[in-house]
């Protein structure tokens, strides 16, 4: 931040109430001699600011200045005007409202986090041919008074009456003598940054894809796509008609419906001035929608009229994914969406409720993927120095940052460790060892905190923690009691992150620390196999997310992985190939699975429909990530528990699988300054291709799969190297390869499979996992409950044939469907 003049930080003297004041309206006159040879605007904002000069808005920005831990760090936008300055009068501007700073955050109902009132700052440098400057600052000259823009809030929404704006209130000349004079406001302005990330802009618009009328005879507008943003509305009507905007991300029976909002009423209200077709936009609000319910439109409702505006960070894109299933390119576009509209400046869990925190476990568990389909490096280094400098002051990691939660957060496996994982995730993706180095005291604070809490046995066996949440079979009121113990959960992640701090130490050149954290690792991937794991590798826990955990940590060696893999298999196998995990275990199952010989399992858990399922979602219709696999049921009710988000990006984390395996690009070094190209096809998928802007230039992989023969092509920047596995190829050798386009052509290898018939064994059926699959559907449908085991011993020999023969009742439309689902699963 350039040290700036005697600019203050000023706030009207209007009284403050509880809910949603209305907007505060300044301005400030001054005069320019002569035109400056440069002019340059610094704004900012207790609360969010608008800027104008000279009768217009200055700059692209909304719902500025973000939102990151106040005190600390406040940004500070700069524009430059020069175009703007006339000679003579000019007046500098702003509308001034409540935001993230003033207004209502969390559940808790609570207000002022950060302060009782909004207040702004500014300075208006103009430099002269000359060498003078001039500083144009906001002090206790400038005035203020209401406008249009009545109550305005994040959750609930904003009113604006077009009759109450004062015309021309931020032109020179206008008559400002009933407006007050501000008052000036004490805050630190060693907390005045330049900002790091990308600023929240109006990104993208999208058109109604249908206009309704309710059984109720309500109008609904649907713009197909769950969205963070608004609506901007061009109406032609009476002065006071009064329109009404209710945001929903669902409807239910054909009325929109609300429980995913909770108390949040994202409402907007417009009051018409009536003199000619007029166009407005909220300013200080942004919700989370797909339909729109308007009450009071005079006339018609043209869906030219009407525009929803999608608003994020304007992070580039660099990531990509198509394959041949449209089901899993929606999932993939899901995944996208739910990112986008959780990235309005800080990585969110939601962005419709009464929430919108920006929660550690949902961006720890969505790193990976995110960093491949945005440049993520300025959002989320802002929110870790915002997550640094609130662990140094508070004493730990808080579960939000920035942290307004009423109660301290206690160091929590998966939310907390996000101090540790995030950078290094970035890191791997990035190939920056700044990014180690910026975050390292934050790190290793952590990490030394946790290593304080082990018990004698070097465990961490105390304290709360998140275990798997959301796990599907945890109950409704208790999202953390899933059926994996927390404490395993916890030790299996403490296991992950004392690697990274040990390998981040040794990257940094810092070999005392890396000694410590080398042995801490060692200590606690110690404890936990003598507490959790058998010789063998079986787990104390027998779930899903387990298996997972000891698998992709690397915990377990290679014999006990062999077996952590059967069985993680099995218990997929056993759950219908729908999802039995949560928060901790969903970004690793199908890795543990396909890592360990399990690639058809993989994409049996992946391509599965049923809910709870990753494809569920996308059957009914949705076009971002639920928070819970059920948010909506089979029957189109909504999930009942009060946490029924249907925009939550942490359980896309599979798409980070999907671009390692399906598009199959895999980092060696960090940055992909050499990487692995390694395509493994599965299930019904046909091709594929995956684009991604490294820091070199891009890198393409495309496959595709016609009858017996399979084409790749592979491009990848100069002064990178890869090694490519051709999928499905006889020789298994591996290809280098350099920078530029490369291609190959080649018949299949074909694997032969066993025809599976009633005349096979239950043994040679499970080693099918597709034939398996529908065999014990089929079986389940007529005999529920009753188990079947192809690695019992006796499943070895004994054909399916003479099985039913000891099946009390079974019948020969039994023995018809199951002759035909083995027929179906050779196809």
């Known amino acids: 931040m350039t040290e700036s003049s005697s600019a203050v930080f000023v706030s009207p003297p209007f009284a403050q109430g509880a809910i949603g004041e209305p907007a505060s309206y300044l301005r400030k006159e001054f005069v320019a001699l002569t035109a400056p040879r440069r002019a340059t605007l610094r704004s900012t904002a207790v609360g969010l600011i608008e800027p104008h000069l000279n009768g217009a808005v200055v700059g692209d920005e909304v719902l500025a200045p973000g939102w990151t831990s106040y005190r600390h760090r406040l940004i500070v936008s700069t524009h430059d005007v020069t175009d703007r300055i006339v000679v003579g009068a000019n007046t500098v501007a702003a509308v001034l409202g409540e935001g993230w700073a003033v207004g209502r955050l969390g559940w808790e109902e609570r207000r002022h986090h950060y302060s009782d009132r909004p207040a702004a700052w500014f300075e208006l440098e103009l430099e002269y041919d000359d060498g003078n400057r001039e500083v144009i600052v906001s002090d206790t000259s400038v005035t203020a008074s209401r406008g249009g823009l009545g109550a305005n809030s994040i959750y609930d929404g904003e ?59 309500k109008l609904v507008v649907d713009f197909g ?18 329109i009404t905007l209710r945001h929903v991300e669902v409807m239910v029976d054909g009325e929109i419906e609300d429980e995913t909002l909770r108390t949040a009423a994202a409402t907007d209200t417009y009051i018409l001035h009536g003199d000619a077709p007029e166009t407005w936009e909220p300013r200080f609000t942004f919700h989370g929608f797909r339909y729109v319910e308007i009450d009071g439109w005079p006339g018609e409702l043209s869906s ?43 990585p969110t869990d939601c962005p419709q409720r009464d929430e919108r925190l920006g929660w550690t476990g949902d961006i720890n568990a969505f790193a990976p993927t995110a960093a491949f389909l945005y440049d993520v490096r300025g959002v989320l280094g802002s929110w870790l120095r915002d997550l640094g400098i609130e662990q140094q002051e508070k004493g730990f990691v808080p579960w939000v940052v920035p942290d307004v939660l009423s109660t301290p957060s206690s160091p929590t496996a998966l939310w907390s460790d996000v101090a540790v994982s995030l950078p290094w995730a970035l890191y791997r993706e990035y ?14 604070t952590f990490i030394r905190q946790v290593a304080g809490l082990l018990d004698d046995d070097g465990l961490w066996s105390t304290g709360f923690q998140y275990g798997d949440w959301l796990d599907p079979d945890a109950p409704d009121d208790n999202p953390s009691g899933g059926k994996t113990d927390r404490h395993l959960v916890a030790g299996a992640y403490l296991c992950r992150t004392t690697r990274e701090m040990a390998d981040t130490a040794r990257i940094l050149g810092r070999t005392e ?28 826990s027998e779930t899903a997310t387990a298996y997972a955990l000891a698998i992709s940590f690397g915990i377990l060696d290679e014999a006990q992985r062999e077996h952590a893999g059967d069985r993680l298999a099995a218990l997929v196998a056993q759950a219908g190939y729908r999802i039995s995990t949560g928060f901790a275990g969903t970004p690793l199952v199908t890795d543990a699975l396909s890592s360990t010989g399990h690639l058809a399992e993989a994409y049996l858990l992946l391509l599965e429909t049923e809910a709870p399922s990753f494809l569920y979602p996308v059957t009914m219709g949705a076009t971002t990530i639920w928070e819970r696999w ?20 942490a359980l896309g984390a599979v798409a980070d699988w999907m671009h390692r395996t399906i598009g199959g690009l895999q980092a060696i070094e960090p940055g992909y300054q050499r990487m692995r190209i390694a395509p493994q096809p599965g299930g019904n998928l046909t091709h594929a291709e995956l684009t991604h802007t490294i820091t070199e230039g891009e890198v393409r992989i495309a496959w595709r799969i016609e009858d017996t023969h399979v084409c790749v092509e592979v491009s990848i920047p100069a002064n990178t190297t890869a090694e490519v596995v051709l999928p499905l190829h006889a020789d ?96």
């Open 159 to 217: 009113t604006y009456d077009a009759r109450s704006e004062p015309v021309g209130w931020d032109r020179s000349g206008f008559d400002d003598s009933d407006w007050v004079q501000v008052e000036e406001f004490d805050w630190p302005l060693e907390a005045l940054v330049d900002p790091i990330a990308p600023p929240i802009r109006r990104i993208e618009e999208l058109a109604p894809v249908a206009v309704l009328r309710t059984p109720r005879g």
């Open 431 to 444: 190939g920056d060892k700044q990014i180690l180095h910026d975050a390292y005291d934050s790190m290793s």
């Open 225 to 242: 796509q769950n969205i963070s943003g608004w609506v901007r509305l061009t109406v032609d009507g009476q002065r006071g008609d009064t």
């Open 513 to 540: 620390d890396a000694a410590e954290f080398e042995a801490l690792a060692d200590q606690v991937r110690g404890a936990f196999c003598r507490e959790y794991v058998t010789p063998n590798g079986r787990l104390a």
């Open 630 to 649: 059920d948010s909506i049921r089979p029957d189109g009710s909504i999930n009942p528990s009060g946490m029924t988000s249907l925009n939550h990006y």
């Open 304 to 346: 030219d009229a009407i525009r929803a505006v999608v608003i994020h960070s304007d992070m580039n894109r660099t990531g990509w994914l198509k394959t041949s299933n449209p089901q899993l390119n929606q999932l993939h576009s899901n995944a996208v969406w739910s990112m986008r509209d959780n990235f309005v400046g800080v």
């Open 732 to 827: 298994s050798q591996v290809v280098e390869i350099d920078g530029g386009e490369h291609s190959w052509n080649y018949e299949i290898n074909a694997v032969v499979r066993p025809v599976l018939s009633l005349d096979s064994t239950l043994r040679e059926v499970s080693d099918d996992p597709a034939g398996w699959r529908r065999f014990t559907e089929t079986f389940a449908r007529h005999y529920p409950g009753v188990p079947l085991d192809g690695r019992a011993p006796e499943a070895t020999g004994m054909s399916i044939r003479t099985m039913l023969e000891y099946v009390p009742g079974a019948s020969e439309e039994l023995r018809a469907e199951l002759a035909a689902a083995l027929e179906g699963s050779t196809k």
